[in-house]
């Protein structure tokens, strides 16, 4: 009878521990999607189809389609082709300063889509430095800056991996007579195959529904769907249109996750694991030169030019910070109702908020999803519901703020519309950082020993004490990168915040964009301040988060 009496409050607080964060994906993430898809389906409360042969049907559809494929497929290839040397250089081989270039290649993932796309307009658009070469709006240009966030991804995904790979395999084909080429062909390479397929396909998503970049450097020519979505959604109303190009993300989304799966089942076998590192050899010169060429060509460079136009004035000539000034003194030509320094205080109070829902939310995720139950039932279930609270990864952000905006009118009967206030923006970023503080806590969970709890428990600790005393210190210990995670993302965030912002309240990478699309000159350089100031913010978060993070813990992949 005390057994029964102990195992129902128990149920009933890991009940409620999942049952939250489930709630909350369910209103806020969940019911405007499902909306969406309604939206795209139905006319006048009846199912009708017609809206999708009529979408499908016009010829600038398939060219924003193409557009979506070609970048996400090449940026993908290059991001591979990048981040594979990147991988080997700070998973494989031991040198001064290794940990700091690996906090260093991890700003990029979180700097703001805005921030990057400005400082790729600094660098090849009008007064940049490669302006001759004519690159301007170009292909090339999104596809640079697109590999720019995730050569990074690969590099970690893989180089994970990579650095727990038995290497005894490749050293006896070199022994037989392989040369390094065709020893790492025929033997590292497919040992990789899972990985590289697991990060192509990550890669492949966050292009393919990427916004602030494409938004900024390829215009109306080289739209994608993200921003053909937000053009018919906010400059003509067309919310059926904006809702079958969604259909059409979903399937695209879908097919990836796919295609990812498949790979990983083909490719996956039976390789010998151990960590092994070395020392660089000569032999190494190529992989390093290719990595140093990608941090000095494709990440510093930009930046640097970002940096330098911002402390140029409006002619061009001479060291200024003009502005800068005008983040708080904004000139009588500016477009926004307040300055920048009042966006930047906003920003700040909107991403502590979702910081804040984020991690407690993916506490309570994490300590659900990480038990191991002896139940197949409750196995099953816990992998279902560890699932559904990833969803909000695979589904683009611009789909998130497109679908809160169609269902927060007075949303459950409450007598307020919500797309009103600002209240809707730390929830949009707090679904989209869930996930990533989930992946960031959950290996750390993981790791313990399920002995080590059933030993506590025999000794007589209640589950509340072994919670206090096992679980929570170790979560402790990585909850700042965590929380470093899920400020900094939501900081930068921008797809769903643009479709969710007031004009008198706007986020910083609002107000950055904003910057942007004003043809006065002071406009474009307040938003190169701007955007420097962001980017100092977000790396800045990023990288004393990484210091936060304990010698040894894996945080695991995205």
């Known amino acids: 009878m005390h057994v029964v009496d102990r195992r ?31 939206t795209g389906f139905t006319s006048d409360g009846r199912l009708d189809l017609a809206g999708i042969p009529e979408v499908l049907g016009l010829e600038r559809s398939w060219r924003v389609l193409g557009n979506t494929l070609a970048q996400a497929s090449l940026a993908t290839v290059l991001s591979i082709a990048l981040g594979i040397p990147a991988a080997f250089a700070l998973y494989k081989l031991k040198f001064r300063g290794r940990s700091f270039l690996r906090g260093l290649l991890t700003v990029p993932f979180v700097l703001p889509t805005v921030v990057v796309g400005v400082a790729f307009t600094a660098l090849f658009g009008p007064g940049g430095s490669l302006y001759f070469l004519g690159l301007d709006r170009s292909l090339l240009v999104v596809v640079l800056a697109l590999a720019f966030f995730n050569v990074t991804v690969v590099a970690r995904t893989v180089g994970g991996y990579w650095s727990q790979l038995d290497s005894r395999q490749a050293q006896a084909a070199r022994m037989l007579g392989a040369g390094p080429v065709r020893a790492f062909v025929t033997i590292t390479l497919p040992a990789l195959g899972p990985a590289i397929a697991s990060a192509g396909a990550l890669v492949f998503l966050f292009c393919a529904t990427s916004f602030g970049v494409v938004l900024i450097l390829g215009g109306r020519e080289f739209a994608n769907i993200e921003t053909e979505i937000y053009r018919l959604t906010v400059q003509f109303l067309d919310l059926r249109s904006a809702a079958v190009l969604s259909l059409v993300q979903f399937v695209i989304v879908a097919l990836a996750l796919l295609a990812s799966s498949l790979l990983r089942r083909k490719h996956e076998r039976a390789y010998g694991m151990r960590h092994e590192e070395r020392a660089p050899r000569q032999s190494d010169a190529p992989v390093l030169i290719v990595f140093g060429a990608t941090l000095v060509f494709l990440h510093a460079l930009p930046i640097a030019a970002l940096v330098w136009r911002s402390l140029q004035g409006v002619k061009g000539t001479g060291v200024t910070l003009a502005n800068y000034v005008a983040l708080v003194d904004p000139p009588e030509s500016s477009p926004l109702r307040g300055t920048v320094f009042d966006a ?12 804040l829902i984020a991690v407690v939310f993916g506490m309570l995720v994490v300590l659900v999803v990480s038990r191991k139950p002896r139940s197949r039932l409750l196995q099953r279930t816990i992998s279902l519901y560890d699932s559904a609270i990833m969803l909000p990864l695979g589904i683009s952000a611009v789909t998130l703020g497109f679908g809160l905006l169609l269902t927060m009118h007075r949303p459950l009967g409450i007598g307020f519309d919500l797309r009103t206030s600002v209240v809707l923006i730390p929830i ?10 989930v992946r960031t806590l959950l290996p750390v969970l993981r790791g313990i020993d399920t002995r080590t709890r059933e030993a506590a428990m025999m000794l007589g600790a209640t589950p509340a004490r072994v919670l206090a005393t096992i679980d929570f210190p170790l979560l402790g210990r990585t909850a700042g990168l965590a929380l470093g995670f899920a400020f900094a993302v939501s900081l930068g965030e921008f797809g769903a915040t643009a479709f969710l912002v007031r004009p008198d309240a706007q986020t910083l990478p609002v107000v950055i964009a904003t910057l942007v699309s004003n043809p006065e000159p002071a406009s474009y350089g307040a938003a190169l301040a701007a955007s420097v100031v962001l980017g100092v913010l977000s790396a800045g978060i990023m990288l004393g988060a990484e210091r936060l993070r304990p010698a040894g813990v894996s945080t695991g992949s995205w």
């Open 8 to 38: 129902l409050p128990r149920a009933l607080a890991w009940g409620a521990a999942a049952a939250i964060p489930a709630l909350f994906v369910g209103v806020f993430f969940l019911w405007p999607v499902i909306a969406l898809i309604a």
């Open 344 to 355: 930047i205080g906003l920003s700040l109070w909107i991403a502590c908020l979702a910081t």
């Open 428 to 437: 949009a970023q707090a679904l989209i950082a869930l996930p990533l503080v």
